[in-house]
């Protein structure tokens, strides 16, 4: 025999629901401040990757039972407590879901790798970042995988070098200040071999990625700008690396 009474069980069930809205909404930014506080490498991955997973569980419980909640309210009005808790777990709960199916359907457009580049027969190399790579034990190699250039295509099929109608000295300050505009930390900057390394750190999950650009000649008044992408950690970037290309070079126009 069920000793509990619904109303109980109601006000327990917005309870959890509300918690769980909560949660949903706060565990991606406090794991955010985790990373910034220096609690953790930006190369360990397991922190952002449990605030997606718990995000989402939460999320998923903050739905069902704020809508069985809303659903079974039989007439009491919205400013009951179990209603308007489950009505604002609700709310949270679809909030979190939009971003978060956006994220998904995104990321499974594009195939799991995480180095991109415009020359997949001669991509440019790191230099001066293989040491700090190594120096925090990033998992990722920058030896390139050449078995990543066919799934790269399926991406980024229109993915390829840009040329400048600018000499090799004019087209480096002009890569070099495109670099700069991204808001990327400057890492090396190479005039006479064409090379630029820089870093970019994603906002929420605080992942880094390397970039190094290579500026080669074309004759005396063109130059070709070759760009790779490469992250530090995980084994696909949902596409990250292809697009911060891609605004690369709509910023060098």
């Given at each position: 025999m069920n000793d509990v009474d619904p109303s109980q069980r109601g006000r327990r069930r917005a309870k959890i629901a509300f918690i769980a809205g909560i949660v949903a909404i706060v565990a991606i930014p406090l794991t955010s401040l985790g990373r910034?506080?220096?609690?953790?490498?930006?190369?360990?991955?397991?922190?952002?990757?449990?605030?997606?997973?718990?995000?989402?569980l939460a999320m998923i419980t903050a739905?069902?039972?704020?809508?069985?909640?809303?659903?079974?309210?039989?007439?009491?009005?919205w400013s009951a407590y179990p209603v308007q808790r489950s009505a604002f777990a609700l709310v949270l709960g679809i909030l979190i879901l939009i971003p978060v199916v956006g994220f998904v359907s995104v990321g499974a457009k594009y195939p799991p790798i995480h180095d991109i580049t415009?020359?997949?027969?001669?991509?440019?190399?790191f230099v001066a970042l293989?040491?700090?790579?190594?120096?925090?034990?990033?998992?990722?190699?920058?030896?390139?995988?050449?078995?990543?250039?066919?799934?790269?295509?399926?991406g980024f099929p229109n993915l390829k070098p840009k040329d400048l109608p600018l000499p090799p000295s004019e087209a480096f300050a002009?890569?070099?200040?495109?670099?700069?505009?991204?808001g990327w930390r400057i890492a090396?900057?190479?005039?006479?071999?064409?090379?630029?390394?820089?870093?970019?750190?994603?906002?929420?999950?605080?992942?880094?990625?390397?970039?190094?650009?290579?500026?080669?000649p074309l004759g005396d008044k063109q130059s070709r700008v070759d760009v790779r992408s490469e992250s530090r950690v995980g084994g696909g970037d949902a596409?990250?690396?292809?697009?911060?290309?891609e605004a690369y070079f709509n910023r060098l126009n």
């Open positions: 910034m506080a220096g609690l953790w490498s930006p190369v360990f991955a397991i922190p952002p990757l449990l605030a997606f997973v718990v995000t989402f739905i069902v039972l704020g809508l069985i909640g809303v659903l079974t309210r039989r007439g009491r009005p415009t020359d997949t027969d001669n991509p440019p190399k293989v040491v700090e790579r190594a120096a925090m034990n990033a998992p990722n190699s920058t030896d390139y995988d050449p078995a990543v250039s066919p799934k790269q295509k399926t002009h890569a070099l200040d495109a670099a700069k505009a991204m090396a900057s190479e005039p006479a071999e064409g090379r630029i390394e820089a870093v970019d750190t994603t906002f929420w999950s605080g992942f880094i990625d390397d970039v190094v650009i290579r500026v080669t596409g990250k690396n292809g697009k911060r290309i």
